[in-house]
């Protein structure tokens, strides 16, 4: 890792490699339950972690699991390891201190805010108040990182090509 990456960046990274991470043990579950009855699996890690299975909650998930088919349930495994796979890239390149991965996380996470605004306002809650708050956070942070490494790109070429007063 960069020793100059500035601390908002590495923990961006650390989220996003976080988030890839998940997303990974998401994606390979799901493709997991491809050939298996998915109500019985999600059965068994209810009693597993000893929830009330007769909770409503518990009930509308089983209903949906049970109605998911296996070109549904692979397209939503392949589609989880893509997110995956972005995130890990966003990560590791914030990490490392990457100019490319600072437009890159810029770009992605804008690229998902129309989507998340729609989704509050078609059903709000909290939780997605919070995440499209702490998404354009972090999106402002890139854009005014991004623009403050340029000023000092071209503070640094003004200063070598400026005559020496001496």
């Known amino acids: 890792m960069a020793s100059e990456t500035p601390r908002g960046l590495l923990l961006i990274g650390v989220l996003k490699v976080l988030k890839a991470l998940a997303l990974l043990v998401v994606g390979v579950g799901l493709l997991s339950m491809l050939h298996r009855d998915v109500a019985q699996a999600v059965r068994h890690w ?3 972690f000893r929830l009330d299975s007769h909770a409503r909650l518990i009930d509308e998930l089983l209903a949906k699991v049970a109605g998911i088919s296996h070109r549904t349930m692979r397209r939503l495994g392949v589609g989880t390891l893509l997110y995956a796979t972005v995130f890990g890239i966003e990560g590791i390149g914030l990490l490392f201190g990457k100019t490319w991965a600072e437009y890159m996380t810029a770009g992605v996470t804008v690229s998902f805010l129309p989507i998340e605004v729609y989704e509050l306002s078609a059903h709000p809650s ?3 108040a919070l995440v499209t708050l702490i998404n354009l956070a972090v999106v402002i942070y890139l854009v005014m990182e991004i623009r403050r490494r340029r000023a000092n ?5 003004e200063t070598r090509g400026a005559p020496s007063s001496g």
Request: charged fraction near 25%; proline fraction near 0%; avoid cysteine.
């Open 153 to 157: 790109a071209q503070l640094r070429v």
């Open 46 to 48: 209810i009693e597993f």
């Open 126 to 128: 909290a939780t997605k």
